[in-house]
């Protein structure tokens, strides 16, 4: 049984660590941070983003791949073969959990796209790997990948958060940036691709509350290239973002104008300038506002972005201290990691909190 | 009594305070939820960040926290008082039905949604600072007071008093907040509404130390469900 086959609702967790000087730490601290809320999960699912982990490897693409047998990895390996060149592979290194049950084979992937195929495909370098993502998700039976962005990773797994990032001996590695999510999907198979964060490329997504446009916002997306395979709302964000942002070259903060739309009797009290330019997203991109109840930490390469929906249906609460920034779906999950914060806030609803890597750190 | 929250855990913590007999101090608290619920005689003082659904169908006891709340504090409470020294989450007074809530800061979305009010039974909630939008969604009954000490526009978010039927709000403010809907009237506070609120803004001043004059220095305007309300006959009989 997958994801995919039926609807999938969940409730959940996310938290998230991000270091504005570009200090790398330990992973340990998510999972100090994540455990906090274990009601929030109910053991069908967990997983993180950490971003600054591979240095060495910093300009290849890191894919992850669960595979559920050695026919799969076989055959996807001659799929990488011919795409990309591969720099480094190696198995995901893992400890052997009670915890944690019918682990896939998992392994990791440093690789850069053959130049001759490059050019032959008349697409950009990450359309090409976006492409060469989705040809092994829908066409290798057995194979999924799960993380495909540089110098950053996914780690997730059926099970409860804190057991996952144990399992994948998180705390060995080091980021600038981690996100944690943990799962209470009601009525789902659970999978191990069916975790979060998704990931496309460097954006990951990790999602509390489910959205109820996902039907419509599939439809939209899916005219654009991008295939639905898991039936989750999670999935549908993260290929907004990535459609919004590389495609169309949307900011940060346009994009949640986009999917957190304000309401229009809101716009309408909005000064001039501010108002065209919140009618204009509103219009053309209609179809990809997320409706429903959720709040999403989304990673990318050097930064990360906060955001509720517009009538902030889930909690969030953003801290920070010196040069951290912390977000949870509790505060708690916050102050077990750092007691003492300069700031601490809820962000509005629709009110996206975006921070980034100063200048010249690393 | 002294109790550490993290070192016994959410449902340990909560058999201790159900067995207590004398008040209770709980340290190291993260997160740990339904504190205190349904509890009917004793104090609580939290240290800490107690988790959602503090408090709720609190029935008679004081409980005190030195921190901030979460989301859901007092769910359902029937009597008794919450008093909190920081800001508090969503949902705050969710269908409250009795007993009173103080919040020193901040309170987030749909402060005192649905609270409700029957006889002798008339919560209140007074928060000091500002709070999110849709304040008094289906505001069914009891009062919910909005200071907005620190602030200089009026304190409160969009679409205050969405649905409301009943009770009334009071926000402290030199302007009306914008965006109400049409269920909703606004009208300056008089002398009738000031007596009314007396008793609950000493005992704020009182519990965090703030001088009266100082909270009565500006103006309170008061909402109301609009009298030709089309709710009324659908949801009321007299």
């Known amino acids: ?73 076989r055959e996807c390996e001659e799929f990488l073969e011919d795409h990309f060149d591969i720099v480094s592979f190696s198995q995901i290194p893992t400890r052997k959990l009670p915890e944690i049950k019918d682990t896939p084979l998992i392994w990791r992937y440093f690789l850069a796209p053959l130049p001759a195929k490059l050019a032959d495909s008349q697409q950009d370098e990450g359309e090409y790997v976006i492409r060469c993502v989705f040809r092994i998700n829908t066409g290798i039976k057995g194979a999924y990948v799960f993380s495909s962005g540089k110098n950053m990773g996914v780690f997730k797994a059926v099970g409860f958060p804190e057991d996952v990032g144990r399992f994948y001996r998180l705390e060995e590695y080091e980021g600038y940036c981690f996100t944690a999510h943990g799962r209470y999907p009601t009525n789902t198979p659970g999978w191990w691709g069916g975790a979060h964060p998704f990931a496309l490329l460097d954006f990951s997504v990790v999602h509390n509350g489910e959205i109820s446009s996902y039907d419509a916002n599939r439809r939209t997306i899916e005219m654009y290239g991008y295939k639905c395979t898991l039936q989750t709302d999670t999935e549908v964000i993260t290929y907004i973002i990535d459609y919004l942002h590389r495609k169309q070259g949307l900011d940060l903060k346009e994009i949640c104008s986009v999917i957190a739309a304000p309401f229009w009797s809101v716009i309408a009290t909005r000064p001039q300038k501010e108002r065209e330019e919140l009618e204009y997203l509103r219009c053309v991109f209609d179809t990809l506002l997320i409706n429903g109840p959720f709040s999403i930490i989304v990673g990318f390469e050097g930064g990360m972005m906060a955001l509720n929906d517009r009538l902030k249906l889930r909690s969030m609460v953003v801290g920070e201290k010196d040069d951290m920034v912390y977000v949870a779906s509790e505060e708690a999950a916050i102050r077990v990691i750092q007691k003492d914060l300069d700031r601490v806030w809820s962000p509005k609803g629709g009110e996206g909190v975006i921070v980034t890597l100063e200048k010249g750190s690393a | 009594m002294n109790v550490s929250a993290r070192r016994l855990g959410s449902r340990i913590l909560n058999d201790e305070i159900r067995r207590a007999e004398e008040d209770i101090i709980i340290e190291d608290c993260f997160g740990e939820r339904y504190i205190g619920s349904c509890a009917s005689s004793i104090t609580i003082t939290i240290n800490g960040t107690p988790g959602n659904a503090m408090g709720a169908y609190l029935d008679g006891a004081t409980i005190i926290v030195n921190g901030n709340v979460q989301d859901a504090v007092g769910d359902t409470m029937n009597d008794g008082k919450i008093i909190i020294h920081g800001n508090a989450g969503d949902a705050l007074g969710y269908a409250m039905r009795g007993g009173k809530i103080y919040v020193k800061g901040d309170a987030g979305y749909r402060t005192g949604i649905h609270m409700k009010e029957y006889k002798d039974k008339r919560p209140v909630i007074v928060v000091g600072g500002s709070t999110g939008s849709f304040l008094g969604e289906y505001l069914a009954g009891g009062m919910i007071i909005v200071l907005g000490m620190e602030s200089e526009a009026c304190p409160v978010g969009d679409f205050t008093g969405t649905g409301m039927h009943g009770g009334l709000i009071f926000i402290r403010s030199s302007t009306p907040p914008a965006n109400l809907p049409k269920q909703v009237t606004v009208s300056l506070a008089d002398d009738l509404d000031m007596g009314s609120m007396n008793e609950y803004l000493m005992e704020y001043a009182d519990t965090f130390g703030l001088s009266i004059d100082e909270i009565l220095r500006k103006p309170f305007y008061r909402l109301a469900p609009n009298a030709k309300n089309p709710y009324k006959q659908l949801y009321t009989i007299y």
């Open chain 1, 1 to 73: 049984m997958r994801e995919g086959m039926f609807r999938n609702p969940s409730g959940c967790a996310i938290s998230g660590i991000f270091s504005k000087s570009g200090k790398r730490f330990s992973g340990r601290q998510i999972i100090e941070s994540i455990a906090v809320m274990h009601e929030r999960s109910n053991g069908l699912g967990g997983g993180f983003a950490a971003y600054g982990i591979y240095p060495e490897f910093k300009d290849h693409y890191a894919f992850h791949i669960f595979y559920d047998d050695i026919y799969a990895k």
